[in-house]
Nanobody, 120 residues
């Protein structure tokens, strides 16, 4: 198992930006595909973005394309999500996880997440 700690969330106005971080420990991070997920109030958790172990491949949902950028630093065992042009629909708790790169599905236990609130 990998221990995951998300950070960087907060309150931002519509049109603003945030950069989320996910610190991983407990396993060889550099060999794992990773992803970001989010859960909005009253909704199911959904995939947001994913990245291969090398960083050479990235995956986004239509809602995130052109606005979100996923990246990783394997030396620091840290995953990032740069979010620009945020809108109120992006309000959610954001989680990172190890993913099955083919199915873009989570494989690990969840961390506590980090709350992103976008005001209109």
């Amino acid at each position: 198992q990998v221990q995951l700690v998300e950070s960087g969330g907060g309150l931002v106005q519509a049109g603003g930006s945030l950069r989320l971080s996910c610190a991983a420990s407990g396993r060889t991070f550099r060999l794992d595909a990773m992803g970001w997920f989010r859960q909005a109030p009253g909704k199911e958790r959904e995939f947001v973005a994913g990245i291969s172990w090398s960083g050479g491949s990235t995956y986004y949902t239509d809602s995130g394309k052109g606005r979100f950028t996923i990246s990783r630093d394997n030396a620091k065992k840290t995953l990032y999500l740069q979010m620009n042009s945020l809108n109120p629909e992006d309000t959610a708790v954001y989680y990172c996880n190890v993913i099955d790169e083919e199915r873009l599905r989570p494989l690990n236990a969840w961390g506590q997440g980090t709350l992103v609130t976008v005001s209109s």
